[in-house]
């Protein structure tokens, strides 16, 4: 048998979240977009030495960072069917709404939503295949160029 060098079920990037409080990340997670949790593994010290926890066709691993630690928001762009109805459950589930979901000159529509614990989500789905031609004309669309300007504007810290 032949070792596979990407593990079945990842994907070649796989990210890391260091949060203060794993086990209400993970809670939030499943609410907010229906997260699985995949691995747990405990310490002696109650805290979470690493999680891991599949959304849609990723694994998205996790620990507790240690006393003292600063605060590292992870900034993640999540692919979803409907980014409308999954921006909706997510801020349901307890996040913030940092920019509605707007269409955006690429052809997406984007919704940024802050967790609890202060990650940042870039909700997206892909509505349409734009060509490059059309996305240098739509930049110059008032109506492009004004949505893509809420985006940009909206503070997110």
Known sequence: MTVKPI??????VTPWIISYDTAGLMSYLTRAFDAVELA???????????????????????????????????FLRLY??????????????????VT??????????????RDPFGNLWWIQTRVEDV???????????PVFAKAMEYVQTADFF
Do not use: K
Request: a negative charge; aromatic letters at 6%.
């Open 131 to 141: 060509s490059p031609d059309e996305m240098e004309r739509r930049l110059s669309d």
């Open 40 to 74: 747990r593994v405990v310490g002696d010290e109650g805290r979470i030495g690493h999680a891991e926890m599949r959304i849609g066709n990723a694994v998205v691993m996790m620990f507790d960072s240690r006393p003292g630690w600063p605060r590292t928001p992870a």
């Open 7 to 12: 593990p079945e079920g990842y994907t070649t």
């Open 100 to 113: 509605e979901v707007t269409h955006l000159y690429f052809g997406d529509r984007v919704g940024r939503v």
């Open 80 to 97: 979803v069917p409907d980014a409308d109805a999954a921006h909706h459950q997510a801020v349901e589930a307890g996040g913030t709404s």
